[in-house]
């Protein structure tokens, strides 16, 4: 049983294929929306890697970190559609390099 | 009243207090109750303290609380009441409570009247803090507490700069010799392992013999304390300048009781100073050296107010040689006539300038006799009892400290001559005030003659110097008893003769003109100490050239900020880096996140190189 | 030997869903596919031993923060522009570096998980331990999270008012 059971480390490339993919998806898009999505895909993707090793060593702390990861996770997308709705109200558009400005 | 004693200081700090927050809401007739009335209080409740305690002379301990606690230091609030603090508590309440009285018309059109009185009654409560404190650590924060309510009140009238100068000075001069305590009562603690007096006392005398090294570099410190708060060599420079103040306070806090916390401080200790014969012979040495030289700048200066801050100097000089002699009663006895006849005449000067237009020079005031009748006498019998004219307050008092002097062994006859000649200048200069200001010509005419509620704090006070001297004060527990022989009648004779003699001189040089002294003071050599007493022997300028210059030099080479210039560089530095840097600043997320990246992918790659193992 | 081929079926769909939702266009379309993922990803959890994450994925991120996106997709109202917009802004010319720079990345955490051994799991992991871990020695870690929730339930509500006072 031991030995047939998922082995850790093709977990965790799962993991790091999913960051590097929201990563990436978090580079190229533009509209603030897509923006967000890469940021949950990385979370979770970072949420996998902790649960892999929780299991791995057959503790209940990866599990807690992926519920820690998970209030942070509501939290700012709480807030981030907030900002989503408040940018599509002001500038007139969603996309990233339109709210570029700064002031202050 | 014993389970009560909090309330004495309690009272003018509530009022105190109370002034400070409800002023504006306040109408002049509740500030003048407040003000005066809770010090009038405090000395009911003193008096009838006063009447408990005779009736039972033990000492009072009252413990209120634990004020901090840290290993071994734990000071408590408490209170110690014994016959020296009783006399100290009667003229901080009494006195002050006619001072008060009398400042409630002097201060009546001044727009602070409620600030004056505030500061006024948080001195007073500070004060009596300090007689009742029964460890040096409460004492201390009483000390203190009386040396702020001094510089709030010499620089009173903070408009014009001066004032604030003279009460910087005070205020500093003084903390050169409170520094010098603190480093004392550090010292007596780890030595003695307490503050309690008592017990502290007690303890120095079962650990130390007399003549040890340590009691009278503890003493010393105290000394330079006392000397600091009680304007003795070389820190008297502030007192003069105080004068800045309100001339009420001036009469309570710079002559009747602040400057007088030296003397108690001395007397309160005297059980440490007992074990050191030298500190006590350094006590009475640099009495008598203040004494002699306060008086003979007293001779000279002109304004009213100078002249009876250093008779005041010389005074307490007195009480200092009455205690460095061991007469511990008679320079109490001496503190608490000198209070009263000292705020008389400085209440009595106060009201010469509340009529005068503020008028501060002698020469320009005289043959006030019959203008203000009732300040004349007060000044009358004021200057007898400075002058220690025989059957006034100060006669008793002086007698007693110059026979005592004479009976110490080796250097008794020699203080007891210079407190002798002390005695003459002191009836010179107070008999020269009086004839210059109130006999002669008019050369100022006053514009009124003072109300009642100056009056009375006067005719009180004159009654109080006259027959002061027959007090008997609950002492005899308190310090340790003086073989009182009686020494050659000569001396006594000569005791008394001696300020009639300057009375006499006074007469001769200013009033009658027998004597004259015109070619004499015309010359370079009169002309030049004339000069050097009227600078008070230069001790001003000697501090400037010695102290204040070079500071003052050393600021301005400072002024440049040498150091701060390495600083600046390294700002600009920053400056000019923060400047390439804010380039990179463009607002565009996805290039702040590609950095972020390539961030992390070069800080993994140095990770992998560095330190391949810990990854 | 059956844990072994759910796991690779799951990852699998997980990788695909994923690289679909952050090629679309249209940003519903992108949000059906982030939820396959997600509960690929929970399959994934359910296989290595923590079925209670797996339900928690479930339950709160492929359900109540995905339906938030969805709500807020709605209210923007974005339309066939957007949509055309989006594909225009997805150039190769645009993706090519940012995903040299990932691949990089993908390198480093491949060399790094290289050297890993073991299997992913050691057992089910129940409901109960986390419960017990989370409200013993993580309590503080709660409060902390509580706080944060708290945090972003005020600044959303804020954010979402109609308007904001300016210069403020």
């Not at chain 2, 005066?36 to 009911?44: D, E, I, K, P, T």
């Not at chain 2, 001072?99 to 009596?128: G, P």
């Not at chain 2, 710079?254 to 074990?275: E, K, S």
Request: hydrophobic letters at 55%; charged letters at 10%.
């Amino acid at each position: 049983m031991q030995e047939l059971a998922v082995p850790l480390n093709h977990v965790l490339l799962v993991s790091s294929l999913l960051f590097c993919i929201g990563m990436l998806g978090l580079m190229i898009r533009r509209n603030i929306i897509f923006i967000l999505m890469s940021l949950e895909v990385m979370l979770n993707a970072s949420a996998l890697a902790f649960i892999a090793a929780g299991a791995h060593w057959g503790q209940p702390d990866g599990q807690i970190m992926f519920m820690l990861i998970l209030s942070v996770a509501a939290a700012e997308v709480a807030v981030g559609l907030g900002l989503v709705l408040q940018v599509q109200r002001r500038f007139k558009s969603l996309d990233m390099d339109d709210a570029n400005r700064m002031r202050g | 009243m014993r389970d009560y004693i909090w309330l004495i200081p309690l009272l003018p700090l509530i009022s105190s207090i109370t002034l400070m927050i409800a002023a504006p809401r306040l109408t002049h007739k509740i500030i003048t109750l407040l003000g005066v009335g809770s010090v009038g209080m405090a000395a009911v409740a003193t008096c009838a303290l006063a009447i408990e305690f005779v009736g039972n002379p033990n000492p009072i301990e009252i413990v209120l609380w634990t004020w901090i606690h840290v290993a071994d230091l734990a000071p408590r609030i408490a209170f110690y009441v014994d016959g020296l603090t009783l006399v100290m508590m009667s003229v901080i309440t009494g006195v002050g409570f006619l001072i008060h009285l009398f400042s409630s018309e002097f201060m009546e059109h001044d727009a602070s009247y409620a600030r004056y009185f505030a500061y006024l009654n948080m001195f007073v409560a500070a004060m009596l803090v300090l007689v009742l404190a029964d460890n040096l650590l409460l004492l201390y924060l009483g000390w203190e507490g009386v040396g702020v309510c001094s510089y709030l009140l010499v620089g009173f009238w903070y408009q014009n700069s001066a004032n604030g100068h003279a009460a910087r000075k005070a205020f500093i001069v003084t903390r050169i010799g409170d520094t010098a305590m603190a480093v004392g009562l550090l010292l007596l603690f780890t030595e003695l392992g307490t503050l309690d007096i008592q017990s502290m006392i007690s303890s120095a005398n079962s650990e130390w013999e007399i003549g040890d090294n340590l009691p009278t570099i503890a003493c010393l410190l105290l000394l330079a304390g006392a000397a600091g708060k009680s304007a003795q060599l070389p820190l008297h420079t502030w007192l003069p300048d105080a004068m800045a103040g309100p001339t009420p306070v001036s009469a309570l806090i710079h002559a009747a009781t602040m400057v007088t916390a030296g003397v108690y401080l001395i007397a309160r200790t005297h059980g440490l100073f007992l074990l050191s014969p030298s500190a006590m012979t350094a006590v009475a040495v640099l009495g008598l050296a203040t004494s002699l030289m306060a008086a003979f700048t007293a001779l000279v200066q002109t304004d009213i107010k100078r002249i009876l801050a250093y008779s005041t100097i010389s005074q307490i000089g007195y009480m200092f040689l009455a205690l460095g002699v061991g007469a511990w009663t008679a320079g109490i006895f001496h503190l608490m006539t000198h209070a009263f006849f000292k705020a008389l005449l400085f209440l009595g000067s106060g009201a010469i300038i509340h009529c005068l237009h503020h008028e501060h020079n002698i020469f320009k005031m005289g043959g006030l006799r019959r203008r203000m009748p009732v300040t004349f006498w007060s000044f009358m019998i004021g200057s007898a009892a400075l002058a220690a004219l025989p059957m006034t307050s100060g006669f008793f008092s002086k007698d007693q400290i110059l026979l005592q002097a004479y009976q110490l062994a080796s250097i008794g006859p020699w203080l007891w001559l210079g407190g002798l000649l002390g005695a003459l200048l002191t009836a010179v200069y107070s008999f020269r005030l009086v004839f210059i200001v109130f006999f002669g010509a008019v050369n100022t005419e006053p514009d009124r003659e003072i109300g009642w509620r100056m009056a009375v704090p006067l005719t009180l006070l004159c009654t109080l110097s006259l027959v002061g001297g027959y007090f008997s004060l609950p002492l005899t527990n308190v310090f340790p008893t003086v073989d009182a022989g009686h020494p050659a009648h000569w001396v006594e004779v000569i005791s008394v003769a001696v300020p009639l003699l300057g009375v006499l001189l006074a007469y001769g040089l200013f009033l009658g003109r027998q004597l004259k002294l015109q070619p004499w003071m015309e010359g370079q050599i009169g002309q030049a100490i004339r000069q050097f007493w009227f600078s008070g022997w230069g001790v001003d300028q000697l501090y400037n050239s010695l102290l204040v210059q070079p500071y003052s030099i050393l600021a301005g080479m400072l002024k440049g900020e040498p150091i701060d210039r390495l600083y600046n560089a390294i700002v600009r530095l920053n400056q000019t880096l923060h400047q390439w840097l804010s380039v990179t600043q463009t607002g565009r997320m996805r290039w702040y996140i590609a950095s972020m990246v390539f961030g992390l992918i070069f800080t993994l790659g140095i990770a992998f190189n560095v330190a391949p193992g810990a990854i | 030997m059956l844990e072994i081929i759910l796991f690779y079926l799951a990852s699998g769909v997980a990788l695909a869903a994923t690289i679909l939702a952050m090629t679309r266009a249209n940003a519903i379309h992108a949000l059906i596919y982030l939820i396959v993922s997600l509960l690929a990803v929970a399959v994934i959890f359910f296989l290595v031993g923590a079925p209670f994450a797996a339900a928690l994925e479930i339950v709160i991120y492929a359900g109540a923060i995905m339906v938030l996106f969805v709500f807020v997709i709605m209210m923007l109202n974005l339309g066939e522009k957007g949509d055309a917009r989006e594909r225009q802004w997805l150039q190769p010319r645009i993706w090519s570096g940012p995903a040299v720079l990932s691949l990089v990345l993908l390198c480093e955490l491949l060399y790094l998980i290289s050297s890993i051994e073991g299997s992913a799991s050691a057992g089910t992991v129940t409901a109960k331990t986390v419960g017990i871990a989370l409200f013993g020695p993580y309590v503080i870690a709660v409060e902390l999270a509580s706080m944060l929730l708290l945090a972003g339930l005020v600044g959303s509500f804020h954010l979402g008012r109609r308007t904001l006072e300016r210069g403020s």
